[in-house]
């Protein structure tokens, strides 16, 4: 079961999934439809039935979908020291803008250790898809990949990671905890994870911490 925003016609302009914020792309075949004749209320969010347009549950939703400012992700990449030619592992990548950030502002990845991108939902990884394609030139693409799939199945991704990134609700970096505790053992310092927004509540107080001006904080561990 999804929610609809409409506009004053009735006509649905976006989708959240139920009990969530979570809105999701609608796709083509049915933007500015009113469905079989539904009509909404105006600007109101309403219940409908609709056939299923998404390939996840949500209790494998660790977070919904915002987009990070381009200001938190360079402070994030920023904060966790990125090297050119390191390499990052965006846990929920959302549009894949973290990544672009780090292959066309850091230099970060190589062909041989892309940076990459893990999302859950198949029609924000599209949108990903058209990001890359869009700000990435053709010399860089081979630094960068996205999976459609679960972060909680990327463990061979974080274990061969320099940095990771999480911006995610704080249920859903304790759902992590477990696979980036085997993943990313306490060992010599040189591996980072930032964590926008919420910390790591499972470790130590993190390394650092950055309050952005907006009063949101960014926390980095080393591992
Ligand atoms: C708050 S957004 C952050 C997007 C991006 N990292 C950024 O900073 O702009 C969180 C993203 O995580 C995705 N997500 C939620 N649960 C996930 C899971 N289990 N595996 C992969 N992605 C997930 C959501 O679909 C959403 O796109």
Known sequence: MFRAIVDDDGRVMKMS???TDCTVPIPDSMLGTNFDG???R???WVEVPLPPISNFSLDDL???YEGSDNSV???MLSLARLEPGENIIDLGSGDGRVLVAAVNDFNAGTPARPCIGWELQNQIYQLAETTLNEKLTEDVKNRVRIVCGN???????VKNADVVTLFLMPYG???LVP???SAMPVHDNKRRLVSYMYPVFAWEPAEETMTLENGTRLFMYRR
């Open 17 to 19: 999934a139920q009990d």
């Open 173 to 175: 970096i304790d759902k």
């Open 179 to 181: 696979m980036l505790n």
């Open 151 to 157: 972060a909680l199945d990327a463990i061979d991704d």
């Open 38 to 40: 539904w009509r909404f």
């Open 62 to 64: 660790l977070s919904p």
């Open 42 to 44: 105006d600007g109101s």
């Open 73 to 75: 992700i360079h402070a």
